[in-house]
């Protein structure tokens, strides 16, 4: 599905002006040298894709230099009738490269509850900032 990148791009651009705007708070920001994105299974999100939008969306901003980190966070459920608490059931798809999820219960097939692995978020931004200015409109001597 070719159009599947657009929800990618979608995302990361949102992404870009979020950490854009929190960069922007430090007023001695140089550049943004990493950011780290948790996305659980279950957003099904293309890695590749994700790291391909962020190139083309973080050109000419504070972000230029900067590495996406994605971290692929697995599901977890919850069954409130048997208390099972842990990994998700997964279908193998005769022919196909890739494992549907199973929305049941892996104990008793009820209905479950995802714990974990739904999140899209961007867990750590790291800053370069400028440290050699020490004081607000320091004195420059030559
Ligand atoms: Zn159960």
Redesign the pocket.
């Known amino acids: 599905m070719d159009s599947g990148i657009l929800h990618e791009y979608a995302i990361i651009s949102e992404i870009v002006s979020t950490v854009i705007q929190e960069a922007e708070k430090h007023g001695r920001l140089l550049a943004v040298e990493e950011v780290l994105l948790e996305v659980g299974e279950l957003v099904f999100l293309n890695p590749e894709q994700l790291s391909f939008s962020f190139d083309v969306v973080k050109k000419d901003t504070v972000l230029e230099g900067a590495k996406l980190t994605i971290h692929a966070i697995k599901a977890r459920v919850h069954?409130t009738?048997?208390n099972?608490d842990g990994k998700m059931d997964y279908a193998e798809e005769e022919g196909w490269h890739y494992r549907l999820p199973v929305f049941t219960?892996p104990?008793?097939n009820?209905g479950i509850d995802i714990v974990e692995g739904k999140e899209c978020i961007v867990k750590t931004i790291r800053l370069i900032l400028d440290d050699d200015i020490s004081e607000e409109g320091g004195t420059c001597s030559n």
Do not use: F, G, N, T
């Open positions: 069954c009738h048997c099972y219960c104990e008793c009820m």
